[in-house]
């Protein structure tokens, strides 16, 4: 059984920043990828950004050179550091994680973490 706790929402103006966290705890034996996704009101969950347990990146156009992504692989934790937010950031953030459990690799999702960019 493996668990994504995630955290570090909440209302920031806009211009802001804020740091999400999501640690995996449970009977882990690989950690593929990390990475945070998002739903807006009305809209489909879209992908942020994520992250490779051997470092590679990958960010959606509209946050780049805004946020970062990184993992510490030692506490399984993925972080996304979110810089000059804006109203359109608004929405509830997931953490995701591709990890090897015993004889199978599942996709994970945790709980989520809502985010309000408003003045």
């Known amino acids: 059984q493996v668990q994504l706790v995630d955290a570090g929402g909440g209302l920031v103006q806009p211009g802001g920043s804020l740091r999400l966290s999501c640690a995996a705890a449970?009977?882990?034996?690989?950690?593929?990828?990390m990475g945070w996704y998002r739903q807006a009101p009305g809209k489909q969950r879209e992908l942020v950004a994520d992250?490779?347990?051997?470092?590679?990146?990958t960010y959606a156009d509209s946050v780049k050179d805004r946020f970062t992504i990184s993992m510490d692989n030692a506490k399984n934790t993925v972080y996304l550091e979110m810089d000059s937010l804006k109203p359109e950031d608004t929405a509830v953030y997931y953490c995701?994680?591709?990890?090897?459990?015993?004889?199978?690799?599942?996709?994970?999702w945790g709980q989520g973490t809502r985010v309000t960019v408003s003045s």
């Open positions: 995701n994680a591709i990890i090897r459990v015993a004889l199978a690799t599942r996709n994970y």
């Open positions: 449970g009977s882990i034996f690989v950690i593929y990828t």
């Open positions: 992250v490779t347990s051997g470092g590679i990146t």
